[in-house]
């Protein structure tokens, strides 16, 4: 990457130039880098660069707590692909939004963290804690404004490396310099650099030209690191006679394609997992074929040969062996992949068989499959419960999963139109992201309905940002799978006492009409009558739907009860 540096100010902007506070230097040169959105709690380390932020243009949404600001960043960056801004008070502020950057900075999404700092000299306050040491320690990237000097190269540094490099990166300032003069003016603030990704060497596209011209049954897996390479990927899937699979953060990009199996790992439907078991060559692009994309290998088949396609080499078999790795872009190398397989001429149909499509007619979505319903009148089967809304919600929607034992149904129920229509917050395994996502997706995407699925214990943690929603007007539905319990480890601890992990029952329906929201309580299919009707308008305010939901084991989550990670 090209770092920017400070450049002197472009004559046409020299009358612009105005003495100011590093901090305000610093919020306006990242709105005119190109911040749009901030999200964020604001205390009196983050005040005045927040307001510099928001005075040059950036709009911005006050959370109820930093860790739902974190989220909410990182939600609306994943749904925009913009640098994001998560505002932060110094210490507690930023240690209380640390499990959201750890999300974000295992997701690579660009998210710049703004925080106060306490200077070294100051090391007594009660504030004082070693930010960078932190930051590091979940895998953010540290970046420090050191002065007046070099205030604007430092903030422009830091943006351009979320950006450039598709990172969490966490900027901090240390009160003492805040308060630093400088003159600024727009003409001070860098260029970005332009980046130019590499497609594969010649080599790499011959030799996978090669592993996909001798495969019969070919299988193409897409991740996040292809989300932009829909068409070239579908190109190259015609050419080899493929069949086309996602990693669950990706789920939705072949959305429509008659040869998509939807996703691949634990959230596969018995009929797309068997497929891609009986695969003879698998071809992964910016997906890391971890554990829960293979369960845990059970995916790959012992004489499949394995490729993977990604900018980052680190990335290649770091799950798993590969026995071939190319470096490069997901979209133009398999663009170029594909011109060479279609120069050679292909022999025989590949994967895309009359049997094949068959199979897939009958059994690519989970809302085919048949089951045992378990509602009883008082408690839904959480299958039914999610079908029901499937056949209700519009079609435009962004579906956003929690973790936890009931996170199948709506990850595995609920269609999505497109992979802009699924936020999966879960690369730390942490509950309670749920909702704060469904916001930022929700700020992100008006023209969609935003729908999140939560369980009860991950919906107390992060209630409050309910407020938040009622206060932005959102039309956002939420889902609480209610089963009065941390449902997972009920169910993968029996024969142990569980009083740690099972609460009285609560009327979630009674809390969310506190906070100004429709609170709705399903016991019953019959029960989803409001439901229809908030639907049908005018949504002046969210809706959260306690489903008091029947409980059983999810296979799913098995490898969080395992070794493997």
């Not at 979505?365 to 009883?376: C, L, N, V, Y």
Request: include cysteine.
């Amino acid at each position: 990457m090209v770092t920017p540096s400070a450049t002197a100010p472009h004559a046409a902007a020299v009358h612009d130039r105005r003495t100011t506070t590093v901090a305000e230097a610093v919020g306006r040169t990242l709105a005119h880098l190109g911040v749009r959105r901030a999200f964020g709690v604001v205390g009196s380390g983050n005040f005045h660069v927040t307001n510099a932020l928001v005075a040059a243009g950036a709009e911005f949404v006050a959370a109820r707590h930093e860790h739902g600001a974190a989220v909410m960043a990182d939600a609306y960056a994943r749904a925009t692909g913009e640098v994001t801004v998560a505002s932060l008070h110094q210490g507690c502020g930023l240690t209380n939004a640390l499990t959201g950057i750890t999300e974000a900075a295992k997701s690579r999404t660009p998210l710049l963290v703004v925080t106060g700092d306490t200077s070294p000299t100051q090391s007594g306050s009660n504030f004082w804690i070693e930010q960078e040491a932190a930051v590091r320690a979940v895998g953010a990237h540290s970046e420090r404004v050191h002065g007046a000097a070099t205030a604007v190269a430092d903030a422009a540094r830091a943006y351009c490396r979320a950006l450039l490099e598709r990172r969490t990166v966490v900027l901090h300032l240390a009160l003492d310099v805040q308060q630093q003069e400088l003159g600024w003016s727009p003409g001070d603030v860098p260029a970005v650099p332009e980046r130019l990704v590499p497609t594969a060497s010649a080599e790499g596209v011959r030799r996978l030209a090669d592993l996909l011209a001798d495969a019969r049954r070919p299988v193409l897996v897409a991740g996040r690191g292809a989300l932009h390479a829909r068409a070239e990927i579908e190109g190259l899937a015609g050419a080899a006679g493929a069949l086309l699979t996602t990693s669950a953060v990706a789920r939705g990009l072949f959305a429509g394609d008659p040869w998509d199996l939807d996703v691949m790992g634990g959230f596969a439907t018995p009929t797309a997992a068997a497929l891609v078991a009986d695969a003879d060559v698998v071809v992964a692009f910016g997906a890391a074929l971890n554990p829960w994309t293979t369960r845990a290998g059970q995916l790959i088949g012992p004489g499949a040969r394995v490729a993977q396609v990604d900018l980052d080499l680190d990335a290649i078999g770091r799950h798993r062996p590969a026995d071939l790795g190319v470096q490069g872009d997901s979209a133009t190398t398999a663009a170029a992949v594909a011109v060479e397989l279609t120069s050679r001429g292909r022999v025989g149909p590949g994967y895309r068989t009359d049997e094949v499509a068959e199979r897939l007619a009958s059994g690519r979505r989970w809302q085919d499959e048949p089951f045992d319903d378990t509602s009883d009148g008082s408690r839904i089967d959480p299958r039914t419960l999610t079908i029901a809304l499937d056949r209700m919600l519009p079609a435009e929607r962004v579906v956003v999963p929690d973790g936890g034992n009931f996170n199948g149904y709506p990850a595995m129920f609920l269609e999505v139109p497109d992979h802009r229509g699924y936020c999966l917050p879960l690369a730390f395994q942490s509950i309670g992201m749920a909702l704060a996502a469904a916001i930022g997706a929700a700020v992100a995407t008006p023209d969609r309905l935003t729908v999140a699925g939560i369980g009860d214990g991950g919906f107390m943690m992060c209630l409050a940002e309910l407020d938040t929603a009622v206060r932005l007007g959102l039309p956002l539905v939420v889902v609480v799978y209610d089963d009065a319990a941390y449902g997972a480890e009920v169910h993968h601890f029996p024969g142990f006492p569980l009083d740690t992990v099972v609460f009285p029952d609560t009327d979630i329906a009674a809390i969310a009409r506190g906070f100004g929201c429709t609170g709705v309580t399903v016991r019953a299919e019959e029960d989803l009558g409001p439901v229809r009707s908030w639907l049908d308008g005018p949504r002046t305010t969210p809706l959260v739907v306690d489903a008091k939901i029947s409980s059983f084991p999810s296979w799913v989550l098995a490898h969080s009860f395992s070794d493997e990670d």
